[in-house]
């Protein structure tokens, strides 16, 4: 489980690079540094980054419904990195069940972005998961 952890955390901030710093992908590789993690944490880091920003367009979509009241320019960046990795994870990685996602999103939002914000991350993809 760690090690696929840390694979989450480095694609959270592999997807909050990307579209803050508005850099491409591998120069958000670069940026991130991997040298560091093993080779399996990184390839799953990819996998999931790659889904994400090839998948972008339908999560956001797929946000900007279920975010009520709330416009994406409203919620925290990182909070939405790390929302789009759960639905992407929900929506497209069969093999990961719903409930294993969710809660590795809420524990990436604690890790990452406020006190509050791990609510608001399981209110949007407890609602996506049905």
């Known amino acids: 489980m760690g090690q696929r952890r840390d694979a989450r955390k480095l694609a959270v901030r592999v997807l909050y690079i990307m579209d803050n710093l508005n850099v491409e992908l591998n120069n958000a590789w670069d940026i991130v540094g991997i040298s560091r993690y093993s080779y399996k944490c990184v ?7 790659e889904g994400t920003f090839n ?3 339908y ?13 994406m320019g409203r ?9 789009r990795l759960g639905l992407y994870e929900i929506f497209f990685e069969a ?21 509050k914000s791990h609510r608001f991350v399981n209110g949007i993809l407890d609602a996506a998961k049905k």
Do not use: C, G, M, Q
Request: glycine share 0%; charged share 30%.
């Open 59 to 71: 999560i956001d979509e797929v946000i900007d419904k279920l975010a009520k009241n709330w416009e």
């Open 75 to 83: 919620i925290a960046k990182v909070d939405i990195a790390v929302i």
């Open 43 to 49: 390839d799953f880091a990819r996998h999931l980054v």
């Open 55 to 57: 998948n972008v367009d």
């Open 95 to 115: 093999n990961i069940p719903r409930k294993v996602s969710i809660n590795e999103a809420v524990e990436l939002a604690k890790y990452f972005s406020t006190e």
